[in-house]
């Protein structure tokens, strides 16, 4: 599976931005999907994750409430809202894919940099 994050770009805070991950391959709709951030001089973080039907979603406590996963395996293509942003959601996002039976994302896209200005 190949992964190609997009969407991110500068807002103020109180915004919204819709980031997008594109995936290539056929079982796409097996992999369960997540999104993870880093910001500047920090580690990277898990921010939320999807199962492989979308039935089931995690979210950090820093983004509950805020922050939704999708995914339209149709299109190959899982998402993360991103509503109320603040100037700490400042980071690059990236998107991650997980085989089933598997314990960690083995699959990662290139990562999109999402700012938000105070």
């Known amino acids: 599976v190949q992964l190609q994050a997009y969407g991110g770009g500068l807002v103020q805070a109180g915004g919204s931005l819709r980031l997008s991950c594109a995936a290539s391959g056929r079982t796409f709709s097996s992999y369960a999907m997540g999104w993870f951030r880093q910001a500047p001089g920090k580690e990277r973080e898990f921010v939320a994750a999807?199962?492989?039907?979308?039935?089931?979603?995690y979210y950090a406590d820093s983004v509950k409430g805020r922050f939704t996963i999708s995914r339209d395996n149709a299109k190959n293509t899982v998402y993360l809202q991103m509503n109320s942003l603040k100037p700490e959601d400042t980071a690059v996002y990236y998107c991650?894919?997980?085989?089933?039976?598997?314990?960690?994302?083995?699959?990662w896209g290139q990562g999109t940099l999402v700012t938000v200005s105070s």
């Open positions: 991650a894919a997980r085989q089933p039976g598997y314990g960690e994302y083995g699959y």
């Open positions: 999807l199962s492989w039907s979308g039935g089931s979603t």
